[in-house]
Each structure stands twice: as structure tokens, then as C-alpha cells.
């Protein structure tokens, strides 16, 4: 499956992003996806994941509350609504999917199919 993120861009402090997360290839309707980032000079983390069917999903502490992952009807795009920025939130955003339906694993070597980034900035 091949992922394409895209929605990063430049926002001030507390205003708010929708990333968009498109897979073509396998069925990625029957995929768990995930939300990554990656700020610069730190090692990658996990921001929230969301199971095959968008009944389940997971959230990192520091965006809980925040951050809200959803996925469409057809099941071909996850979003990642991003509300209440902050600048610590900058960060290139990845997605990531994992053949396991119901997976919601935090740590990035148990999800196998990465999107590119796309950049967040938000300023103070």
C-alpha cells in the first residue's frame, strides 16, 4: 500500500491543521493507520492511531483532547484534525498503516508501510 500525507502547513499558536492520509494499492479499508511525528534533533513519536473499521482509536497523551483521527466512509483516507496547536506540536507528520485491522501500537518498527511527511509549524 502506498501512503500520501499531505495538510501541513504554517499556523499560529492555537489554531488548528487537518492532515490527510490517502492510501492506493491493497485494500488499506481493511488497515489500521497511524499518526507519527518527527521535530527536529528528536526521535520519532507517536500521536494517535485508529483501527480498520474507526471504532477504536488511540491518542498520545500530549494531543489528547486536541488531536482527533478519523477516517472517511470509504475508508481510503484518515485525517488527523489537529485543533489548539502549540508550538511544541511542530514537527513533520507521517502516516503509517499496518495490516493488522485492529492495531493501535505506539512504537514506529510495529507498523510497516510509511507515507512521506508533511510539515507542521506553528509559531508562537
Known amino acids: 500500500v502506498q501512503l500520501q500525507a499531505s495538510g501541513g502547513g504554517s499556523v499560529q499558536a492555537g489554531g488548528s491543521l487537518r492532515l490527510s492520509c490517502v492510501a492506493s494499492?491493497?485494500?488499506?479499508?481493511?488497515?489500521?493507520t497511524g499518526w507519527f511525528r518527527q521535530a527536529p534533533g528528536k526521535e520519532r513519536e507517536f500521536v494517535a492511531a485508529i483501527n480498520w473499521g474507526g471504532g477504536s482509536t488511540s491518542y498520545a497523551d500530549s494531543v489528547k483532547g486536541r488531536f482527533t483521527i478519523s477516517r472517511d466512509k470509504d475508508k481510503t483516507t484518515v485525517y488527523l484534525q489537529m485543533n489548539s496547536l502549540k508550538p511544541e506540536d511542530t514537527a513533520v507528520y507521517y502516516c503509517?498503516?499496518?495490516?493488522?485491522?485492529?492495531?493501535?501500537?505506539?512504537?514506529?518498527?510495529?507498523?510497516?508501510?510509511w507515507g512521506q511527511g508533511t510539515l507542521v509549524t506553528v509559531s508562537s
Open positions: 503509517a498503516a499496518e495490516d493488522r485491522p485492529y492495531w493501535l501500537g505506539t512504537t514506529i518498527h510495529s507498523w510497516d508501510y
Open positions: 494499492g491493497r485494500t488499506f479499508s481493511s488497515y489500521a
